[in-house]
C-alpha cells in the first residue's frame, strides 16, 4: 500500500505532472490539497482513465481537497460536521480498502496575531474533537495533507530567520502536537531523523535550488498503522519540474502484514 499527499496548488495547471506522477509510481491512494477547482470542473476523465475512483469538494480559485483510490472509496465524508455552507473546502476523509484516510488542508494563518492566525490555531481545535468524536486510535488511520506548520526546527531551512513566524510559531506547533497527542505518528520522523528534509519551497529567488525549504506537508499514522509503515520517500524532483507545484509528493509505503 503507498499513500501520497500532495499539495498540487492548482489541478488544473499541474494535471500533466499528476497524470504523469500516478503513472510513474502508481500510488494506491493519492491525496491533493489546493485543487482550486469546482466540482463541476473537476477534471475527472484523465484520472479515471488511470483506473482511480475519485472523490472531491472544492471551490473557485481556492482550496479544495481530493481522494483519488485504485479500490472504490466508502465512507466518505467532506468538512467538519459544524462547518457553515460557505465553509473552505478542506477536510475530505474515505475509505480506501482497510485504511482511513484523512485529506486536510490546514489554514495558512497568514501572519503571527492576526485573525486568520488564531482562526487556524481555532482550526487546529476543531480537527482534535472531530478526531476525538469519530475516530478511533485503534484502527488503521491515516491522516496526511498541508498542515502548514513546521513540527521542530530539523523542518526549516534557517531556524534562525523563521523562529516565531508563520508556520513556524510555538502556538501552531503546540497546536499540531495535540492533534498528535490523539494518538498519531509523523510516519517521516519513524524512519528519518536527519534535518534538511523538506516539502515546501516558496518560488521567488531560487528556494528550491538552493533547497531553502520547509516540511509542512505530513503522513500522520494511528498506531496500527504506523507498525505496517515501512518508509516514507520525498519526491524532491518534482519541484524542479518545469511550472511545478510549490510543494512536493510524499509517500508513505505500508506493508501488507505487521512485522
Not at 27 to 53: A, I, W
Not at 170 to 191: I, Y
Request: hydrophobic fraction near 40%; include cysteine; charged fraction near 25%.
Amino acid at each position: 500500500m503507498k499513500i501520497t499527499t500532495w499539495n498540487v496548488n492548482s489541478l488544473r495547471a499541474r494535471l500533466t505532472h499528476v497524470v504523469d506522477f500516478l503513472r510513474e509510481h502508481q500510488p494506491d491512494v493519492l491525496c491533493l490539497q489546493e485543487t482550486k477547482v469546482q466540482d463541476e470542473l473537476f477534471p475527472r476523465e484523465p484520472l479515471e482513465d488511470l483506473g482511480y475512483d475519485l472523490t472531491y469538494c472544492g471551490q473557485k480559485s481556492y482550496n479544495g481537497v481530493a481522494l483519488l483510490a485504485t479500490t472504490t472509496l466508502t465512507r466518505v465524508q467532506k468538512g467538519f460536521p459544524d462547518d457553515a455552507s460557505d465553509a473552505d473546502k478542506r477536510v475530505i476523509a474515505g475509505d480506501a480498502g482497510a485504511w482511513r484516510v484523512l485529506n486536510l488542508y490546514v489554514p495558512n494563518g497568514q501572519d503571527v496575531g492576526t485573525d486568520k492566525y488564531h482562526f487556524k490555531l481555532d482550526w487546529f481545535r476543531r480537527l482534535r474533537t472531530f478526531l476525538d468524536a469519530g475516530y478511533a486510535a485503534s484502527e488503521r488511520i491515516v491522516v496526511v495533507g498541508d498542515f502548514n506548520v513546521t513540527i521542530d526546527d530539523r523542518d526549516v531551512h534557517d531556524p534562525a530567520w523563521w523562529h516565531e513566524r508563520i508556520l513556524c510559531s510555538t502556538p501552531e506547533r503546540q497546536a499540531m502536537r495535540n492533534v498528535m497527542a490523539f494518538g498519531l505518528t509523523d510516519s517521516l520522523r519513524q524512519h528519518h531523523q536527519e534535518r534538511g528534509i523538506y516539502t515546501w519551497w516558496h518560488y521567488s529567488a531560487g528556494a528550491a535550488l538552493r533547497d531553502n525549504g520547509l516540511r509542512i506537508d505530513y503522513v500522520l499514522c494511528s498506531p496500527a498503522a504506523a507498525a505496517l509503515c515501512t518508509d516514507v520517500i520525498v519526491h524532491k524532483d518534482v519541484r524542479l519540474q518545469k511550472t511545478p507545484s510549490d510543494h512536493v509528493p510524499v509517500t508513505a509505503v505500508f506493508t501488507d502484514e505487521a512485522p
